[in-house]
C-alpha cells in the first residue's frame, strides 16, 4: 500500500520506518530536512511538501504536537488536503496519532468527511520505547470500516490496537490513559518521598507494596527510577504538562471535576517551571523532595 | 505456641482462626461477647479480660480500630499489660496490626521497651479476602530478632510478609500503600467518569489501558467493579478516609506536601458525607457522577 508519515520526530520515525520494513510503500515529507536523514537509504520516497504526500498515498499518518499543528499540516498552505484535486478525495484515509483533544478530532473529522475524506484518531501510549520495538498500544477512534481498513497496518506499530468508539474516542482514551499515568506517577512519588522523609528506606516500601493490591505498572518501573535516580526521559515532563492542560480544558468544557488529575497538573506546571520540564515526568518526585521534609 | 488474639472483627476473626487450625493454642476476648462466638467449636480459649489473655499467650495480637483503641487494650485497665507480674514480661511479645500512626506506634513501642515486652507493628493490605484466603500483604516494623520469632505466625496469615525497619516502619509501609490505593482509586474514578461523560464506553477505555502502561491492580479489579456498579464493600470508604486522615496528619508533622493524597482525602471526605462511608471505597465514583457532566 501507498502510506504517507508526516511527523518523523521520537516517536514517528521508528513507527515510519516499521511501515517501510513492512513492504509498504512509503510517502514522507518533514518541515525540517534534517528529519528525512534516517530515510536516506530506504525505500521511502521523501516529497517536497504534505500536498505532494497526500498525491501518493492511499493512507497518511500524521504524529505531531498538538492540535493547530494537526490542522496546518491537513489544512494549511501545501497541506494534505490542498493536494487533492478539487480538495476532494474518496480514496485518502488519514490517520491522526498525535494526542490532541477529542473536540478538535471531531472537528477535524467532520471537515474532512464533508471533502470525502476518512479521517481516524488514533493517538498511542508506549513512549519511544514502545514505537522502537512496534509494542505501543493504540487507542482508535472512527468508523469500524475505516477502521478494518487500517488495522494491518496499525498492527505494524503496537501491539495492542483497539477502536474505542467514533471519531474522537481515541483521544477520549488517551485523556483517560494521561489521568492514569499522571496521578499514578505523582501517587508513587508521593508515596516513596513519605517514606524516606519518615526515615524508612523507599526500596524496602516498593518491594513489600509490588506483591500487593498497591501494585501498577508505574510502581513497578517509574517507582525502580526513582530508586535509581534516573530522570533521563522516557516521557519528557512538558509534554505530560501538555496532556493534563487537554484533559483539563476538557473538563472544563464537559463541566466535570477531575481533582486528582488537577492536583497533579499543578505538580507538573512546578516541574517545568523548575527547569525539569525536559526531563521525565517522574521528576514529579525531585519537586516533592525539594519542598518540605528534614 | 500459646497465642492471643484481640479484636475479632470482619479482618481478625479469620486471622485468628487460622492460627488455630495451624495448631497454635488460641486465646481470645472482645468487648463484645458475641465476638467470640465463631469461636465456641473451636480449641480457642475465650478469656474475660485482655489481661487474662496475656497471662496464657507469648504472643498476642492486636487488629483493632485505631491508636487509642490499641493504648487501651496494651495500657488500659484490665488491659494486655495489667495482666503481667509488676507490668513486665521478658516473656511477652505484642504484635499490633491496626492502622495506626507511624509516631503512635513507636510511641507505644518505647513504652513496652521499657517494661521488656517485644513489640512490632505488622498493619496488613489485603482486605477481608485477603484475611480469608490468608493473602495479605503484611509490613513488619521492629528488631530483627522479635521478627524471626513471630514470623511463622505472620505466614500463617499472609502470603506476603516483609520486615520494613524499625518499630514503625510498617504503619509507613502501609501509609504508603493507602496513599497508593486511594489516590489510584480515584484516578481510575476520574479516568472512568470522564470517558463515559465524553459519550465513550468507559468499558472499552478500561479494556485498552489495561495492556498498557496505565495497568494497575485497581485498574482491573475496582475499575470493573465500577463498570459493574458492585458497591459492596471489600473496603468500607469510610476506612480509608481514616486512613488517610492519618497519613495527612503524619504529612502535617514531618512538613511534607501530598498533594494527590490531599485532593483524594477530600473526595472521600465528601463520599462519607453523602452517606457512602459504609459503601466500598469505589463509591468515589458515584461523587464524581453527582457533580457536573450532562
Redesign the interface.
Known amino acids: 500500500m501507498n502510506v504517507g508519515f508526516i511527523g518523523l520526530g521520537l516517536m514517528g520515525r521508528p513507527m515510519a520506518l516499521h511501515l517501510a520494513e513492512a513492504g509498504h510503500a512509503l510517502h514522507v515529507w518533514a518541515r525540517r530536512p534534517s528529519s528525512l536523514a534516517p530515510f536516506r537509504d530506504t525505500t521511502a520516497r521523501a516529497h517536497v511538501s504534505a500536498a505532494e504526500v497526500a498525491r501518493h498515498a492511499d493512507v497518511v499518518f500524521t504524529m505531531v504536537g498538538d492540535a493547530p499543528d494537526v490542522e496546518e499540516v491537513i489544512f494549511g498552505a501545501d497541506g494534505l488536503v490542498s493536494g487533492l484535486a478539487g480538495g476532494v478525495s474518496p480514496r485518502l484515509t488519514l490517520v491522526d496519532m498525535s494526542t490532541i483533544a ?1 473536540a478538535a478530532a471531531q472537528e477535524i473529522g467532520a471537515k474532512l468527511g464533508a471533502r470525502g475524506i476518512r479521517f481516524l484518531d488514533a493517538p498511542v ?3 519511544e520505547v514502545g514505537a522502537i520495538n512496534a509494542t505501543l ?1 493504540i ?1 482508535v477512534g472512527g468508523e469500524p470500516a475505516d477502521f478494518e481498513l487500517v488495522q494491518p497496518l496499525l498492527a505494524v506499530l503496537g ?2 490496537v ?1 477502536l ?2 467514533p471519531i ?2 481515541g483521544q ?2 488517551k ?3 494521561q ?3 499522571a ?2 506517577t ?3 512519588a ?6 524516606r ?5 523507599p526500596g ?2 516498593r ?3 509490588m ?9 513497578e ?1 517509574h517507582g525502580q527510577r526513582m530508586l535509581d535516580r534516573n530522570f533521563k526521559p522516557g516521557f519528557k515532563a512538558w509534554m505530560h504538562q501538555k496532556d493534563l492542560r487537554i ?1 483539563l480544558a ?2 472544563h468544557r ?11 497538573a ?2 507538573f506546571n512546578a516541574v517545568v517551571g523548575s527547569g525539569m520540564g525536559e526531563d521525565d515526568s517522574i521528576s514529579v518526585l525531585r519537586l ?1 523532595e525539594k ?3 528534614e
Open positions: 477529542p501510549s508506549g513512549g498500544t487507542m501491539k495492542s483497539t474505542i468508539g474522537g474516542a477520549v482514551a485523556a483517560a490513559n489521568i492514569l499515568t496521578v499514578t505523582a501517587a508513587v508521593e508515596a516513596l518521598n513519605f517514606a522523609k519518615s526515615g524508612v528506606d524496602r516500601v518491594e513489600a507494596l506483591g500487593g493490591f498497591a501494585y501498577s505498572k508505574i510502581l518501573n484533559v476538557e473538563a464537559l463541566g466535570l471535576m477531575l481533582p486528582n488529575t488537577a492536583a497533579t499543578q505538580l516533592l519542598v518540605g521534609g
